[in-house]
C-alpha cells in the first residue's frame, strides 16, 4: 500500500526536497493561488493544536503587537461565512509565536515557492515538547511495568 503524502507531517529534509523539485515546475493557473479557505483552515489548525485557548492566544497577540486583537476577531479570521474578514499580515509573526504552531506558514510559504526553517528558538521548543512526550511516555510505561509485576505476584 503506498503511503499518502501529507506535506504537514514531512521532516525538515523531505520538505527540502519537496520545495526543490517542486520550486519552478508548477504552473499557477488563474486562481490557483487564492489560498483563503486553505488559510484560514491552517490558522484554525494552529490554534487547536495551541494548548492555549484562543482568548490567551488573542491576549498574548496583543502582548506582542501593542494592538487590541480579541478572540473574536481570530472566530472572524478563520470563519469560513466571514469572507470579508482576512487576517492582517502584519499580526502574522504574533500569530506563529502566540501558538507556536506553524501549518499556516507553511500554507505561505509553500504556496508563494519558500522554504523556510525554524529558529533556534523554535528548535529548542520543539526538543523540549519532544522530551517532555518521551519522558510523559517512559512513565506511562513504568506504570504497566509496575502493574504487571503486581498482577504476576
Not at 112 to 127: K, M, T, V
Request: aromatic letters at 10%; proline letters at 3%; one cysteine or more.
Amino acid at each position: 500500500m503506498k503511503r499518502r503524502e501529507n506535506t504537514l507531517q514531512l521532516n525538515i529534509f523531505e520538505w527540502f526536497k519537496r520545495t526543490q523539485e517542486l520550486n519552478g515546475q508548477e504552473k499557477f493557473q488563474e486562481g490557483s493561488l487564492d489560498i483563503d479557505s486553505e488559510f484560514r483552515a491552517a490558522v484554525s489548525r494552529d490554534i487547536k493544536k495551541c494548548p492555549s485557548s484562543r482568548y490567551q492566544i488573542a491576549a498574548r497577540m496583543s502582548e506582542l503587537t501593542g494592538q487590541e486583537i480579541t478572540e473574536s476577531m481570530l472566530n472572524s479570521w478563520t470563519a469560513e461565512s466571514k469572507d470579508r474578514h482576512r487576517f492582517p499580515c502584519q499580526f502574522f509573526p504574533a500569530f506563529i509565536i502566540a501558538t507556536g504552531q506553524r501549518d499556516s506558514f507553511g500554507v505561505l510559504s509553500k504556496k508563494s515557492g519558500l522554504f523556510a526553517l525554524p529558529g533556534p528558538e523554535a528548535l529548542r521548543a520543539e526538543i523540549q515538547r519532544l522530551d517532555e512526550e518521551i519522558r510523559a511516555k517512559k512513565e506511562e510505561k513504568n506504570k504497566r511495568v509496575l502493574f504487571l509485576r503486581e498482577m504476576e505476584k
